[in-house]
């Protein structure tokens, strides 16, 4: 199996209600990213980057790629930014990976970021909503809460332990987000808690829903065979997928089947020539607890209906057979949309080199990232290995 | 000399003031691109595709990358939408040639879209002005049409012909998209119609500004050693370039070099290992006239200065040694924004299959497509050969 990519450092900000500016944000991720290269690693040998941001800062910056690059330090490097909602850092990093490919460039830069949290929260709710069907879902009201609430309902309605396992997802990614000094929310609550909390979208709770998070990550990759040039200690891309559904929920099938994941999910093993089992732990897109269980499934590591269970036995807990989201998920860490899926690869990049401190899933050596954007509408999945 | 990859289909809708809205403009200029391929494509042979926009239709519609997937009918496929701001379309397709070059696709779509005129003119301003320096620059009520008339008073004080080269820009790209069916302007004009043209930012006028529009374009690639399965007559691109620089333009050393368009040719000349003579014609980023002035400096194809004298002398008239915009330009073709770097390369496509009727260059065997995000912040180049 031959290795797509390394990444050989990686930044990552605070999630959370930051007071950092959207530029702020993006060079404190930078810097991290490249002051973690153990033998250091020269801008001036950034040949490419790219963007992911879905409004940047309130949408007040426009051709925000020309941003990163100022803040980045990297003069004259051709920056691209990449846009698909909530998906958009794994498809930044797919671009990123591409680039390696192409065999041009020495080194190349990824980054996510969104502040949202200093604007007015109608355009908040605007540049989310939109992420989803506007024709036919949102104009009648349906926010995201809304359409994973109507997924919830139907997974409680065919699966008599849904009930349990949302909260148990809740329980556990908080569990998670405790031990990381990034998290959004670095605090445990009991079952009882998410039980009682408010409703915002029956079945879905207050702790069901991810929270409105400022934040930045960055990623730096070299070509697979140079990767010791910068680390003893790369992460190596094996598998990119990819994959898209119809924008409307209603438009499919199965509302419990979500297609892109699982277009994206047999690409990445196929490219990668991986099997599921040997993969150590998962970082999946839990923008709602259901969305855990769903992810779950349509990944293939649980048959319909069967992650409920998985989820109440504790396998995905931390020191279960199957870790899942053990930076605390987009629930627990947060959920600054453009940051997310390149934070998920952050998290591999700690793991699969040992460093994740006390949230450290031993003997980590292979991890699959799950980032979707809208509904279900795309999806990536990437498949990484320890060096 | 390699190929990098080949454009085996291309499909175009009319720009201007047109009835459809985006779902529709998105169907029709991929299915003109499917239609174009002399021995047929199958859908299902695209493995992957890119969405050049930066509002798709009034931003009402996000995670429009599941559009395209919908209105091309491609299901399932990965989509990702590219923003760079007005150079998207020439970053998409740079996108696409790398995802040919990955090894792992057969095909790949790469669609622009903007559909400009039914937003209110509040919001189109607003997307337009946000891809501009906002912190120093539009917060000030710097527009875009001020920014470029700054460049041109500056141009016009270090060069007396720069006045009269302004006004033969703009009479040369009404010419030539008098001859372009799916140009927004077909008429010609005369010097005397555009120097009395009401003022816009002194000293541009009227007749120096590209039109609001709306359009989509597409291209079908595919790895250039399996063209001839598609056409006999593939374009390959040969070279891929891009670069970025501030994105203020105070802080610039010279106003008049736009450093990206600069890092973007060289780079392009570099990897096609090309050079500039032998390229048969230019398709420049002449969002006002100045800037086709300045994309024949920067890119190195007169001294600076020097552009005025050649526009004058006719030299990039369509019957001159170096034909620029033989479409009609941004200036006369239209700029529906996510559209026009895709756009250039369908005229590429005509022009090297000696298939561009009334305007066609005779002998056009090679040709550069220069497209700029903002005011010079981002820039991609692309160097394209005859089969």
Not at 66 to 76: D, N, Q, S, Y
Not at 266 to 278: F, M, P
Not at 363 to 387: D, I
């Amino acid at each position: 199996m031959g290795h797509r990519a390394a990444i050989v450092g990686a930044g990552h900000t605070r999630f959370g209600v930051l007071e950092d500016g959207p530029r702020a944000l993006l060079r404190a991720a930078t810097d991290g990213a490249f002051a973690s290269v153990d033998r250091g690693a020269d801008r001036s040998a950034v040949g490419e980057a790219y963007l992911a941001t879905l409004g940047f800062g309130g949408w007040q910056i426009g051709n925000s790629s020309a941003v990163l690059a100022e803040e980045a330090g990297l003069e004259g490097v051709p920056v691209t930014r990449v846009e698909n909602a909530c998906a958009s850092g794994g498809f930044a990093l797919r671009a990123a990976v591409r680039a390696i490919e192409s065999g041009q460039r020495d080194l190349v830069l990824v980054a996510g970021l969104e502040k949202m949290t200093d604007v007015t929260s109608a355009r908040r709710r605007y540049w989310l909503g939109v992420s989803g069907d506007t024709e036919w879902e949102r104009s009648a009201g349906l926010t995201f809460a809304g359409v994973y609430g109507l997924l919830a309902s139907r997974y409680l309605h065919q699966y008599a332990a849904g009930a349990d396992a949302l909260i148990a997802v809740a329980v556990k990614n908080h569990e998670n987000g405790a031990l990381n000094p990034n998290a959004h929310f670095q605090k445990r609550v009991t079952p009882e808690t998410v039980r009682s909390s408010p409703r915002v979208a029956d079945p879905l709770g207050l702790y069901d829903c991810c929270p409105v998070s400022d934040g930045a990550a960055a990623l730096l990759l070299a070509p697979s065979g140079e990767a010791r040039r910068y680390t003893d200690s790369p992460v190596y891309v094996d598998g990119l997928g990819a994959g898209s559904d119809s924008l409307a929920v209603q438009e499919r099938a199965d509302l419990l089947r979500f297609g892109a994941t699982r277009w994206a999910v047999d690409e990445a093993l196929h490219s990668a020539r991986a099997e599921r089992r040997g993969i150590s732990f998962l970082e999946v897109h839990d923008c709602f607890t259901i969305a855990e269980l769903l992810a779950l499934e349509d990944l293939g590591f649980a048959e319909p209906g069967q992650a409920a269970e998985m989820t109440i036995a504790g396998r995905t807990a931390r020191t279960g057979d199957l870790p899942v989201n053990p930076d605390g998920g987009l629930k627990a860490k947060g959920h600054p949309i453009g940051a997310s899926g390149v934070s998920q690869a952050y998290e591999v990049f700690l793991q699969l080199r040992q460093a994740a401190g006390p949230r450290q899933i031993p003997h980590a050596e292979r991890a699959l990232t799950h980032n979707v954007g809208g509904a279900g509408a795309t999806a990536a999945v990437t498949l990484y290995s320890a060096g």
